[in-house]
């Protein structure tokens, strides 16, 4: 099978703050049996951001074209996370404005109805929906929504931001003995969640998401970029729940952290084994503005790492450099960006997908990479690189911790340029 690509539609940026990948925690593109859906935040232009899009429901069946298939008519800010329920229904995540939006004008940061809708593709029309029983707390049209399915079960796992301070996250757990809800607790506010769900326990990957907590960092960074609005990410926190029907999170872990250098770290992916370890991939920069190496970190070599480490309990069991870039005899900082996500084969191995932007020559070139045979505790997995026409970018897969079912096929979700790119990508 050859790699597939083709353009699903295309989404104009309007400096919204939330591109169609925005959502990466979590995917928009989903495997239903022979049909691949995808949600688009599609522009209105009749408005003005920050709530400036509609959500769009796009599908294809086989080698068929992509169709629309519904088109909400409330307005929103980001894109819209979804799970496969089975092979004829999913799961779409939706944050509608409370107001609608007058023509010629805009809402920003709004209020917004935090709603789970339950889309059967072999029926016409409207989608189920059901505003979340998340409390009573205000949300936004900022919500750093994420979800999980249990793929055997059916059992769920929502996170949502309310606002208080900088913002925090409650949380819904649901099983059919019904929901548990709660606040989920990190040192500091930890955005862009992972989430899973499987055998009753729920687990959580999130970032630091604050504004510069060192004082002397934030005047100098404001004196050189002349911007106070500065939210920085260095530390990555994971917590698990051993029982769902509990709602009873453990002490948040941290994993990684670039706190001492200024740098910056991205979570990418969890995969949750039947063991109960937990596979994390992670990007890690050492020092994330080049003015701070010369300012407070001279003698300190840059560098941006894709890391991949188990964890179980909270603990890390090992950690291993998939690829590097280090600093070259020039002193500048390092480009590398990495996008990576776990896959499962037909056969249940465990795989990884990822791309680069940005290489120096010190590791690994740009492009997309394709692991081969099971990720293992011991040696280097082995990566093939993949052609692809598609510059390396962010992208979406059909995620296992999403629903989808262990294939020899990746449906992928991406973005060149304003174009939403489908890619098909054979796993063996």
Same mark, same amino acid.
């Not at 994971?238 to 670039?258: H, K, M, Q, V």
């Not at 045979?373 to 995620?399: I, M």
């Given at each position: 099978?050859?790699?597939?690509?083709?353009?699903?539609?295309?989404?104009?940026?309007?400096?919204?703050?939330?591109?169609?990948?925005?959502?990466?925690?979590?995917?928009?593109?989903?495997?239903?049996?022979?049909?691949?859906?995808?949600?688009?935040?599609?522009?209105?232009?009749?408005?003005?951001?920050?709530?400036?899009?509609?959500?769009?429901?796009?599908?294809?069946?086989?080698?068929?074209?992509?169709?629309?298939?519904?088109?909400?008519?409330?307005?929103?800010?980001?894109?819209?996370?979804?799970?496969?329920?089975?092979?004829?229904?999913?799961?779409?995540? @939706?944050?509608?404005?409370?107001?609608?939006?007058?023509?010629?004008?805009?809402?920003?940061?709004?209020?917004?109805?935090?709603?789970?809708?339950?889309?059967?593709?072999?029926?016409?029309?409207?989608?189920?929906?059901?505003?979340?029983?998340?409390?009573?707390?205000?949300?936004?049209?900022?919500?750093?929504?994420?979800?999980?399915?249990?793929?055997?079960?059916?059992?769920?796992?929502?996170?949502?931001?309310?606002?208080?301070?900088?913002?925090?996250?409650?949380?819904?757990?649901?099983?059919?003995?019904?929901?548990?809800?709660?606040?989920?607790?990190?040192?500091?506010?930890?955005?862009?969640?992972? @989430?899973?769900?499987?055998?009753?326990?729920?687990?959580?990957?999130?970032?630091?998401?604050?504004?510069?907590?060192?004082?002397?960092?934030?005047?100098?960074?404001?004196?050189?970029?002349?911007?106070?609005? #500065?939210?920085?990410?260095?530390?990555?926190?994971?917590?698990?729940?051993?029982?769902?029907?509990?709602?009873?999170?453990?002490?948040?872990?941290?994993?990684?952290?670039?706190?001492?250098?200024?740098?910056?770290?991205?979570?990418?992916?969890?995969?949750?084994?039947?063991?109960?370890?937990?596979?994390?991939?992670?990007?890690?920069?050492?020092?994330?503005?080049?003015?701070?190496? #010369?300012? *407070?970190?001279?003698?300190?070599?840059?560098?941006?790492?894709?890391?991949?480490?188990?964890?179980?309990?909270?603990?890390? @069991?090992?950690?291993?450099?998939?690829?590097?870039?280090?600093?070259?005899?020039?002193?500048?900082?390092?480009?590398?960006?990495?996008?990576?996500?776990?896959?499962?084969?037909?056969?249940?191995?465990? =795989?990884? @997908?990822?791309?680069?932007?940005?290489?120096?020559?010190? =590791?690994?070139?740009?492009?997309?990479?394709?692991?081969?045979?099971?990720?293992?505790?011991?040696?280097?997995?082995?990566?093939?690189?993949?052609?692809?026409?598609?510059?390396?970018?962010? *992208?979406?897969?059909?995620?296992?911790?999403?629903?989808?079912?262990?294939?020899?096929?990746?449906?992928?979700?991406?973005?060149?340029?304003?174009?939403?790119?489908?890619?098909?990508?054979?796993?063996?």
């Amino acid at each position: 099978m050859k790699i597939w690509q083709e353009t699903i539609c295309r989404v104009r940026d309007t400096k919204n703050g939330a591109s169609p990948l925005w959502c990466y925690g979590s995917t928009a593109i989903m495997r239903l049996g022979d049909k691949v859906v995808a949600t688009v935040p599609a522009n209105d232009n009749n408005v003005l951001p920050l709530a400036d899009r509609h959500i769009e429901l796009y599908a294809k069946t086989g080698d068929g074209p992509w169709q629309k298939i519904w088109h909400d008519m409330r307005f929103t800010r980001e894109p819209a996370p979804i799970l496969r329920r089975d092979d004829q229904s999913i799961w779409i995540s @939706l944050n509608p404005s409370e107001k609608d939006v007058p023509i010629g004008q805009g809402i920003e940061y709004g209020p917004a109805i935090p709603t789970l809708a339950l889309f059967d593709l072999t029926k016409q029309g409207e989608p189920t929906l059901e505003r979340l029983p998340l409390g009573d707390y205000y949300f936004m049209d900022h919500s750093y929504r994420g979800m999980a399915i249990d793929r055997q079960t059916g059992d769920l796992f929502i996170t949502w931001q309310y606002v208080e301070g900088e913002g925090k996250h409650c949380f819904l757990l649901r099983t059919p003995k019904g929901d548990v809800t709660g606040k989920l607790e990190f040192p500091v506010r930890a955005c862009y969640h992972n @989430l899973a769900v499987k055998d009753k326990k729920a687990y959580v990957l999130a970032i630091s998401d604050i504004c510069e907590p060192v004082a002397e960092w934030a005047e100098y960074k404001y004196a050189k970029t002349g911007v106070r609005w #500065d939210y920085d990410f260095r530390n990555l926190y994971f917590t698990y729940c051993n029982d769902i029907t509990t709602g009873e999170f453990a002490p948040a872990a941290l994993i990684d952290s670039r706190e001492e250098t200024c740098g910056q770290i991205r979570n990418l992916d969890l995969f949750v084994a039947d063991s109960g370890v937990c596979y994390l991939v992670y990007e890690a920069k050492r020092i994330w503005h080049d003015f701070m190496r #010369d300012r *407070f970190f001279p003698e300190v070599r840059f560098d941006t790492v894709l890391t991949l480490c188990a964890v179980k309990d909270g603990n890390v @069991l090992w950690r291993k450099e998939l690829d590097a870039e280090r600093e070259t005899d020039d002193r500048q900082n390092t480009k590398a960006s990495y996008s990576a996500a776990f896959f499962q084969r037909a056969d249940g191995s465990l =795989g990884l @997908l990822f791309n680069k932007t940005g290489s120096n020559g010190t =590791g690994m070139a740009d492009g997309w990479y394709l692991s081969r045979g099971e990720l293992a505790e011991y040696g280097n997995p082995a990566f093939s690189r993949l052609d692809v026409s598609c510059p390396p970018n962010g *992208f979406h897969t059909a995620r296992p911790r999403c629903g989808a079912l262990p294939s020899d096929v990746l449906d992928v979700l991406t973005v060149d340029g304003e174009e939403v790119v489908y890619l098909r990508i054979p796993a063996v």
